[in-house]
């Protein structure tokens, strides 16, 4: 099984519609990050937290917001999506005095 | 603000030839800089990590230079195979955190049988 789970992996909806994105890890870290990965530019980071009561703003927060109900699980939310939120969404984890991310396999959203 | 770049979109070399990718960045010297492996509909994977005091990192057919006065690293497979094909992803921080990483948009590596 994958340390860093992520569901669904791919997602079609509609402009308006409020959709969430799940990450669970059994790595045990308190690190978690949520990226945004579109063609020709680089991860993008939306959100992080780095343990359940501490959520931060990371350089493309708008129009999203997130859930740190467990330190397994972290949450990525967009209330009402727009088409220029189709992207492919990763979550991460971090071990304590690591730099080393471990990934999750994805999430495609497609916004019509 | 931070900036970085890969040298090129694609890059397509013969079987058992060395590849080279190159990761240049802008304003101040990284901590550390760290390279990963994404293969289509995949998550990255972590390959390696260089420090700023580090000049050179290996691992097994791996190695990543680290030049602070050229702003640049390098990423080198030795005795590539096609199994390397895939798009490889440089990422910069000032910290070792990842809330201030910062990645490359990649470089796709075809590996020519």
């Known amino acids: 099984d994958a340390d860093v789970t992520q569901t669904p992996r791919n997602r079609i909806t509609k402009t308006g519609k409020r959709i969430m994105l799940e990450c669970s890890q059994t790595?045990?870290?308190?690190?978690m990050y949520w990226y945004r990965q579109d063609p020709g530019l680089g991860l993008r980071l939306i959100y992080y937290?780095?343990?359940?009561?501490?959520?931060n703003k990371g350089e493309i927060s708008d129009g999203y917001s997130v859930s740190r109900q467990a330190q397994a699980k972290f949450s990525l939310s967009l209330e009402s999506a727009i088409p220029n939120q189709t992207a492919l969404y990763f979550c991460?984890?971090?071990?304590?005095?690591?730099?080393?991310?471990?990934f999750g396999e994805g999430s495609r959203l497609t916004v019509l | 603000s931070q900036k970085i770049e890969q040298n090129s979109e694609a890059l397509n070399i013969q079987e058992g030839k060395t590849a080279t990718l190159t990761c240049n960045y802008t304003?101040?010297?990284?901590?550390?800089l760290q390279w990963y492996r994404q293969d289509p509909g995949r998550g990255p994977v972590f390959l390696l990590l260089?420090?700023?005091?580090?000049k050179e990192k290996r691992k097994e057919r791996l190695k990543v230079t680290f030049d602070t006065t050229l702003k640049q690293s390098l990423f080198h497979i030795t005795a590539s195979q096609p199994a390397d094909s895939a798009t490889y992803l440089c990422?910069?921080?000032?910290?070792?955190?990842?809330?201030?990483?910062?990645f490359g948009s990649g470089t796709q590596l075809t590996v020519l049988p």
């Open positions: 304003n101040y010297s990284p901590a550390y």
């Open positions: 990422a910069r921080s000032p910290s070792g955190s990842a809330r201030q990483l910062t």
């Open positions: 937290s780095f343990d359940v009561k501490d959520i």
């Open positions: 790595k045990g870290h308190d690190r």
């Open positions: 260089i420090r700023e005091n580090e």
């Open positions: 991460a984890t971090q071990g304590p005095g690591s730099g080393e991310l471990f």
